[in-house]
């Protein structure tokens, strides 16, 4: 009796199972088929979409910025607020390092100006004990701006705002408040022609700060002009800052040019203390030069000095 019990049970079981298969199987034929159907659904919209005037999709981008927008302001807002702080803080650390900076520079001016009293004390008391003139007073200056740039490969000039009329002329020499830019060549009512100190027209008598060797700052059309016409056993060394020496009775002496940077093949390169691409706004210096003695006294000078000569040789051949 328990025997046909546990076979009719495992038949029905087997029969449950073929059901829950066939079921599965139904559901299964059932997805797929409507998955499809949707598929086939979306592809047709998006055909007819395509073909069709996108204006109701352009209204329903619209339609969805404009809501979107209040919750990207929303967003945007916190990222904003974030740069605005950093860009705040590094502000604060540039302005530190600027602090920083300025009371460095700041200790290294009062050095040199106790350095410039007190070597101006010591310049007064030897000129006094030598009976010497006092010093010329400082040029007078007339600032100008630079209004064109006539700068090329072949010539390398600067036109300012100030000419004749403003006293303006030829040869005077242009700074600004590194050093020395160039000197004028041309003149005109209300303007006037630089030529600059790296043109290759460019000759200007200097001075070495460090050895007092005496050259001529020779432009080459480069950043960089060379010295020349050094003495045979020059003194300089890289460093050494390079001045006017005046000794062509036009530029004023002691202004500031640049300082030697290399000496090798091409010659003693200096680099000069203007920034060229910083060239504003100059000054024209009013530089009032040692009158030459004339000519015609030194002329009567010779001619009595060689009559005195020439006198003497008569008298001594007349007592041969």
Do not use: C
């Amino acid at each position: 009796m328990s025997v046909f019990l546990a076979r009719d049970t495992a038949l029905r079981i087997v029969h449950a199972r073929g059901r829950v298969l066939r079921l599965f199987t139904l559901l299964r034929t059932l997805f797929e088929r409507f998955a499809l159907t949707l598929l086939l659904v979306l592809a047709a919209g998006l055909l007819v979409l395509s073909k069709a005037d996108l204006k109701l999709v352009r209204t329903l981008e619209e339609v969805v910025a404009d809501g979107m927008a209040p919750v990207m302001a929303l967003v945007r807002e916190p990222v904003v607020a974030a740069r605005r702080v950093a860009e705040r803080f590094g502000r604060f650390l540039a302005v530190y390092e600027e602090n920083a900076r300025l009371r460095e520079e700041n200790r290294r001016l009062l050095e040199w100006r106790a350095r410039a009293v007190r070597l101006e004390v010591e310049n007064r008391g030897l000129r006094e004990m030598l009976a010497m003139s006092a010093p010329e007073a400082a040029p007078r200056r007339t600032v100008a701006r630079i209004v064109a740039d006539a700068g090329g490969p072949f010539v390398q000039t600067r036109l300012i705002d100030a000419g004749s009329r403003r006293g303006v002329r030829e040869g005077m020499a242009v700074v600004d408040e590194r050093g020395m830019v160039g000197r004028v060549v041309q003149v005109g009512e209300e303007s006037a022609r630089v030529l600059l100190l790296t043109d290759f027209n460019s000759r200007i008598p200097v001075v070495v700060a460090g050895s007092r060797d005496q050259a001529l700052l020779v432009g080459d059309n480069t950043p960089y002009p060379k010295l020349r016409f050094l003495p045979l056993s020059p003194g300089f060394r890289l460093g050494d800052r390079v001045l006017t020496s005046g000794a062509d009775g036009l530029l004023p002496p002691g202004l500031p040019v640049g300082e030697i940077t290399a000496a090798g093949e091409h010659g003693i390169t200096v680099t000069l203390h203007v920034d060229w691409r910083r060239l504003d706004e100059v000054a024209v210096l009013d530089y009032r030069p040692v009158p030459l003695p004339p000519a015609d006294g030194l002329l009567a000078g010779q001619q009595a000095e060689h009559a005195g000569t020439g006198g003497a040789g008569h008298e001594l051949a007349a007592d041969r």
